[in-house]
């Protein structure tokens, strides 16, 4: 690891607040699209179509 000397602070919790927004939107993403998944197939079941 490079030193970041007195700068190493705001560089980590940089480092660190992007690393939780980028796992909060893979998150949100994954759990939307298995709330779409579950209204299509919802739909589907209701139209009479096999999933």
Do not use: H, Q
């Not at 939107?25 to 096999?50: D, P």
């Amino acid at each position: 690891m490079p030193d970041l000397g007195t700068y190493a602070l705001p560089v980590l919790s940089s480092y660190a607040v992007s690393l939780g927004l980028l796992v909060a939107l893979i998150v949100a993403s994954v759990w939307k699209a298995r709330r779409v998944r579950a209204r299509l197939e919802g739909v589907e079941n209701r139209r009479g179509r096999s999933a």
